[in-house]
C-alpha cells in the first residue's frame, strides 16, 4: 500500500521568510496530492492541491511542486506570517483509493 | 452551508465503557470518512463509505469499534469497551462521490481515563 513520509517534523522560520515541507510517495499510481493545515484544535482544512498532469500550482504566498519521477510533492510558502503558524499534513490517494497521510510539520513563524 | 457536523466535541470516560460518536457529512456528501487522530500525527483511515456502504472498513478494529450509517447519510461511530489507547481525535470527513476535496469536521477529542 501507500506509504507517504513528511519532512521535517518541525520547523521555525522568522517572519517574512520562506518555508518549505516536503513529502515523498511509494505508490507511483498516485495521483492527487493534496495538502491540509490544521490550527491548534481545530480541524483539517485544504490550502492546496496538486495532480499528476501538473508540475508546479500557485495560489497567492503557498506552491506546490510535483516530481513524478521522484515520487516527491512539496509545499512552499513565501513571505510567512504568524498566521501561518499550524501543522501541515500532505497526503497522496489513487482514484477510488483511500487518503494516505504524511505524519505532518509543525511550522512556527517566529515575529 | 454548514460544513461536516461532529458530536460530540469532547468525551471522557474510563476505561471499559462504551461510547458513540456521530457525524453529519455535507449535504449531497456520498462519501464518508472516519479518522483517528493521534497527537502529533496524520489522520489515519478508520472506514470509509459509498452512500451506506461500507467500501473500505479494514482498518477498523472490528473486536470493540463498529460503525453504520444506515440512511446513507448521518453515520455513528462507537467503542465498546473503550482501552486507554483509544484516546485520540476522531475526525469525521465528507465529499461528493470521485470528488478528491474531502472536507472535515472539527473531530471528537477522546480522553479514556
Known amino acids: 500500500g501507500e506509504n507517504v513520509e513528511q519532512h521535517p517534523s518541525t520547523l521555525s522560520v522568522q517572519e517574512g521568510d520562506s518555508a518549505v515541507i516536503k513529502c515523498t510517495y511509494s505508490?507511483?499510481?498516485?495521483?492527487?496530492f493534496p495538502w491540509y493545515k490544521q490550527e491548534l484544535g481545530k480541524r483539517p482544512q485544504l490550502i492546496i492541491d496538486?495532480?499528476?498532469?501538473?508540475g508546479e500550482k500557485k495560489d497567492q504566498r503557498i506552491a506546490v511542486t510535483l516530481n513524478k519521477t521522484a515520487k516527491h510533492f512539496s509545499l512552499h510558502i513565501t513571505e510567512t506570517q504568524p498566521e501561518d503558524s499550524a501543522v501541515y499534513f500532505c497526503a497522496a490517494k489513487n482514484y477510488g483509493q483511500n487518503f494516505v497521510f504524511g505524519p505532518g510539520t509543525r511550522l512556527s513563524v517566529l515575529p | 452551508e454548514a460544513g461536516v457536523v461532529q458530536s460530540p466535541r469532547y468525551k471522557i470516560i474510563e476505561k471499559k465503557q462504551p461510547v458513540a460518536f456521530w457525524c453529519n457529512p455535507i449535504s449531497g456528501h456520498n462519501t464518508l470518512y472516519w479518522y483517528l487522530q493521534n497527537l502529533g500525527q496524520g489522520p489515519e483511515l478508520l472506514i470509509r463509505?459509498?452512500?451506506?456502504?461500507?467500501?473500505?472498513d479494514s482498518q477498523l478494529p472490528k473486536d470493540r469499534f463498529s460503525a453504520e450509517r444506515l440512511k446513507g447519510v448521518d453515520s455513528t461511530l462507537k467503542i465498546q469497551p473503550a482501552e486507554l489507547g483509544d484516546s485520540a481525535v476522531y475526525l469525521c470527513?465528507?465529499?461528493?462521490?470521485?470528488?478528491?476535496?474531502?472536507?472535515f469536521g472539527p473531530g471528537t477529542r477522546l480522553l479514556v481515563l
Open positions: 463509505y459509498e452512500n451506506e456502504e461500507a467500501v473500505d
Open positions: 470527513a465528507s465529499s461528493l462521490r470521485n470528488s478528491e476535496t474531502q472536507y
Open positions: 496538486i495532480r499528476s498532469n501538473v
Open positions: 505508490d507511483s499510481a498516485s495521483n492527487y
